[in-house]
Structure formats: C-alpha cells, structure tokens
C-alpha cells in the first residue's frame, strides 16, 4: 500500500504518538500529514510527531473535529502516511506572519529553489499544493489571492479549528507550533490526482448585491442598498430577529459557471444592522441566496464522479467545514458521513473555513490520489 491513514483516541500524548507510530511500523514514509484536536498541547504535539517520523516530511494543523476511513472522530488524532512509491518529491514552507506583505513570496522563493523551476512554471497536472492557515487569523483570502497571482497549480486545504473554542489555532511543522501562521507544501505525486469540491446547496432567485461593506472586518453593511440584516430577512421571507436561525440552511453565495462559492453568515451586527461573515465579501458583489440540499447524496456522487475520472483512488486528504459537521450532527448523519469514506484511505478534519479557487465556507474540498 502506498497510501496509508491511521488514528489514535488515546487521550495521553505520548501514548497518541506512540500508537500512530506503531501502526506505521514498517511503512516506507516520505511524508506524514496529520490532523489534531486543540485538546493536545500544540508545542508537544509537533514536536513528538516530528520525532516519531525523523525521515519524513511532517506536517499538520489543529480541529474542530477529525475524520478518518469511515468515522468522524472527535479528540483524536488521524494522520496519513505516503510512501517514496506514492510521492516524488514534497516541500513544506511555513508563512510565520500571515499579515507579511511578502509573506507568500518568501515561501514560493523556497519552493523555486527546491523544484528548480519558478511556481509559474511548474505543470499543474503533476504538482499541487495544501494550504493550512490559522482559522483565526482572517488572512485566508489575502493569501490564497497572492498563490493565485504566482502559479497555476492548485491549491487546496482548510483553515485550523479549536474545537469551536474559538481560543488559539496553530499549523505544525518543522516540530514546530506556530499561530498567526500558514503552512504551505508543495507536493509532485507519482500518480494521477484531482480535486473535489462539493458544497451541498442550490442557488435562489433572490440576488443580494453588496453595496456597501467593510471589507477588512468580513461585514457587510447594505445590500441592495438597505441594511444588510434586514435586506437578508425579506430574502428569506422573516423577521431580522428570526434571521440567524436560517444562516446555516440559507447562507449567500457567489455563483460562477452554475457552481455556489459558498459565503456563510456569522452573526447580525447590532450596532449598525450589518452582517458579519466567515469569509471575505466584496462591494459590488451579487451573491445568490442558497438553500441547503443532502450532504450525503451530494458527497456519494462527487466521490463516485472522482472515482470515474481516476478509475481508483488510494488515498483522499478531506477538508469539511466545521458548518457542515454540525449540519450533520443536528440531523443525525454523522455516521452516515463517515460511511461514504469506509472504502478509501481517508484523513480529514472540521474547518474554520475551506481553500480552494479562494476562501469559502459550508463545503468539503478535497484531494483525491488515484
């Protein structure tokens, strides 16, 4: 097997550590990515995975929750393993300061030197990269802007969770704990890969567009030229104060090519009528409301539909907002999630929010290997 996914519900951090390390016994590993619950000391955790796997690249984030094979976990640690078979070459940068005005260029000087070949020319079909930003930081759309701006490849990858602690998120690497901080790795599979994005909702007709806003603070203070709260609620067809009660079933999206980029609302202002969201919203954006659809249905056919372009897949890295996790666990599908990865090698974690063509909110986006 070239692909490998393991987890340990231990609850001491050495015994975690040595449990992962046991099941990987053997197993030829290039590179160890790794997801943790916040309930694990950060400087401890990154430190004892990078001695647990000396040879290997190491790297990982915090959650809001853990995913692996077929189960949803909680307080865990999942991780997966590749072998010098499955990966040609990987190279991890950290951005140590996510408000750095060069902060992406440094790394993707270091990524130049390493491929031997600027990131605008590196062939998108046998690179990608991962992306793991502190979910607290709100610097996500300023930095995968800027990966936009220098290479083609595709980025993919979440925002680091806390268990909705909302306290402190950190990236691992180089057994290392950083916050305020983005890691970055390149990777040149031996095989075929593709991505996956499925959001699980369907546009409206009611149109929202954003007249004004503070972009900095992710709030939006008018739509359509009236307070955004209330212009939202007579989208929806309720009172502002009912209106948080539909955020998770109605959140507003941009929608490109008949596909919703998903913008979740957080909560209502009350000072000025705005409303705060999890992501960036521009002035001059026409978002669509959007009404939730099954999780469920809407996973099972995007994994068969990367099954069929692939042929198999040995290995998927799942990044699923934290929004979602809760939609499910409110409706009692959890398990069922878990399910729909049983057959295929799978880690993953609950987000702050999801990267992938931009920053956006209630949707998984993944990377599956063939």
Known sequence: MNIKTVASEKIDLQDVVLDLQSQLSGFDTHMVVFFASSTFDADGIAAKMQEAFPGASTFGCTTAGELVSGKMLKNSVVAMAFSNDS????????????????????????????????????????????????????????IIDRIGDLTNIGFIGGSAGDDLKFAA?????????????????????????????????NPLPQKLVVTKAIEEAREVLEFNGKPAAEAYAEAVGTSVEEAPNRFMHNPVGLVFEGEPFVRSPQQINPKDGGMIFYCGVKEG?????????????????????????????????????????????????????????????TIGFSTYGEQFIGHINQTATMVAFK
Request: with cysteine; proline share 3%.
């Open 87 to 142: 990966l040609k070459q990987v190279k991890v940068a950290v951005v140590e300061d996510v408000n750095a005005d060069d902060a992406v260029d440094k790394a993707f000087a270091s990524f130049a030197e390493f491929f031997g070949t600027p990131m605008s020319a590196l062939d998108p079909k046998s690179h990608l990269g991962l992306i793991l930003v502190d979910g607290l930081s709100g610097a996500e759309e300023r």
């Open 169 to 201: 998120t950190y990236v691992y690497a180089n057994g290392k704990a950083y916050k305020h901080a983005a890691l970055l790795a390149v990777l040149e599979p031996t095989g075929e890969f593709t991505f996956i994005k499925t959001q699980s909702f």
């Open 285 to 345: 954006m026409e978002l669509s409301l959007l009404e939730s659809t099954d999780i469920i249905a809407d996973t099972k056919s995007a994994l068969e539909n990367a099954k069929a372009e692939l042929g198999s897949i040995s290995g998927i890295i799942n990044f699923n907002c934290i929004l979602r996790t809760l939609e499910l666990g409110q409706k009692g599908l959890t398990g069922a999630y878990g399910e729909l990865f049983s057959d295929i090698p």
